[in-house]
Every structure is written in structure tokens, then in C-alpha cells.
């Protein structure tokens, strides 16, 4: 079962962005002290999870990539996300289907 934020459901384990620094470094291990950098610890958390596919969506789905885009530690946003197989929301600078097509195998070259 997932957690409510806003009108829809983040799947349970997967951690959410949040709009303070000190709310963010609470949950976490040592490890994972690169969220304190991220640039999204200072943004609205629903502005990270579009919902829908719509115009609107889609959006606020290029807003938050281009706050990414700035983040020192996208890289590492992005390697966890890809770990803990995130299936909702933008993280690295990646929305929930490129993150997918990453995942998945690519065909090898025949010859």
C-alpha cells in the first residue's frame, strides 16, 4: 500500500522529495546525505508527481526535469531511483517511463 500525498498515492519504500531541508535528512540513512544537496529538497514535493498524461501534466513534468537539470546531485538521485525501482514521479531528471526504458534489456547486435 502506498502513501497519500495530495490527490494521489506514492508507492510504500518510495521516498518523496520534500519542501525542507530538515524534513528531508530525518528518514534517511547516513548514505543517502547527498538528498540534503538536492535542489528539490526546497520544492513543492506534488510538483515532482504529475498525474495524468495531459498538457498540464506534462507540463509540470518539464518544470520539475529542468529543476533537475541544475541539481549537483542528479546523478545520484537518478542511480536510486533506478535501484529502488521508483515507478512514480521525476527523479534524476527522469519521469517514471524513461526510467522504465532503462530498466529495460536492449537488444544486442546480430551479425
Given amino acids: 500500500m502506498g502513501t497519500a500525498r495530495g490527490t494521489h498515492t506514492v ?7 520534500t519542501s525542507t531541508r530538515h524534513a528531508v535528512a530525518a528518514p534517511f540513512a547516513a548514505h543517502d ?4 544537496d538536492a535542489r528539490c ?5 506534488d510538483d515532482f508527481f504529475p ?3 495531459g498538457p498540464a501534466a506534462q507540463q509540470q ?5 529542468g529543476v533537475c537539470q541544475e541539481c549537483p546531485v542528479r546523478e545520484q ?3 536510486w531511483a533506478l535501484a529502488a525501482d521508483v515507478r512514480h514521479g521525476v527523479f534524476g531528471g527522469l519521469d517514471e517511463g524513461e526510467r522504465m526504458a532503462l530498466r529495460m ?7
Fill in 11 to 17: 508507492p510504500q519504500g518510495a521516498a518523496m522529495p
Fill in 33 to 36: 546525505d547527498w538528498r540534503l
Fill in 41 to 45: 529538497a526546497t520544492e513543492p514535493p
Fill in 51 to 53: 498525474i495524468g498524461e
Fill in 61 to 65: 513534468a518539464r518544470r520539475a526535469k
Fill in 77 to 79: 538521485c537518478l542511480e
Fill in 105 to 111: 534489456p536492449r537488444p544486442r547486435g546480430g551479425g
